[in-house]
């Protein structure tokens, strides 16, 4: 009877090793996290190029203008001059002034101008057209105010004044850039014309060729 009772204990013995072995050598899958509690969900955020102001159009295709920030003279070029004088926009030879922040370009002498008309043509990088919106809305251009685009890219003519001899327009090249043109008229013998048909009717033409310059650089 007694060696019979030491036979069951060591079996009971052995299958209980085993037991101990099969749970701590891998018979047994640990249970593991929610792969939700372990890794952080994708983002699902998208980055914007610029934060457009009410009202203005975002540029579908942006344009590049570095090099004529540098050089802004480049912006209208020999034979556009010349095909601006035949629609009777005579420009004077281009002189780079750097007195100002953002340099420019000037077509014209508008300390002895008398007659015909003065440009002034820059590029800005860092905001885009929403600056000029943003000035309009506050009132700092009471003047006259027309949106409107040239070959699919947004434009705004617009007058800092209340005086039809001077127009200005905005070419947005991206969200985030720009490039502006002034125009003044010195001939004092025409008479004055709303702007959508005298001084912003003249420097339509110009924007166009500003604008052709920057897509074919």
């Not at 579908?60 to 034979?79: H, M, Q, S, W, Y």
């Not at 070419?171 to 502006?180: K, R």
Request: proline content about 7%; aromatic content about 8%; some cysteine.
């Amino acid at each position: 009877m007694i060696a019979r009772r030491r036979l069951i204990a060591a079996v009971c013995v052995v299958v209980f090793a085993g037991l101990l072995a099969a749970c701590s050598d891998g018979g047994g899958a640990a249970p593991t996290s929610p792969a939700s509690a372990t890794t952080p969900p994708a983002s699902n955020t998208t980055t914007s190029s610029a934060k457009l102001s009410a009202g203005v159009p975002s540029v579908r295709v942006p344009l590049d203008i570095k090099a004529f920030v540098a050089e802004p003279c480049k912006g209208i070029t020999e034979p556009q001059k010349r095909a601006l004088s035949e629609k009777g926009v005579v420009l004077q030879p281009g002189a780079r002034d750097d007195r100002v922040s953002v340099p420019n370009c000037f077509f014209g002498d508008i300390n002895y101008g008398q007659m015909g008309i003065y440009v002034a043509l820059s590029y800005r990088e860092g905001e885009g057209i929403s600056a000029v919106y943003d000035k309009h809305a506050k009132g700092f251009l009471p003047g006259y105010w027309a949106p409107g685009e040239i070959a699919g890219y947004p434009v705004v003519y617009y007058s800092s004044n209340m005086s039809p001899t001077t127009c200005d327009v905005s070419i947005a090249t991206s969200d985030t850039s720009y490039a502006g043109i002034r125009l003044d008229r010195f001939d004092r013998s025409v008479r004055l014309e709303p702007w959508e048909t005298g001084s912003c009717a003249v420097l339509r033409p110009i924007a166009e060729a500003v604008l052709d310059t920057i897509r074919n650089q």
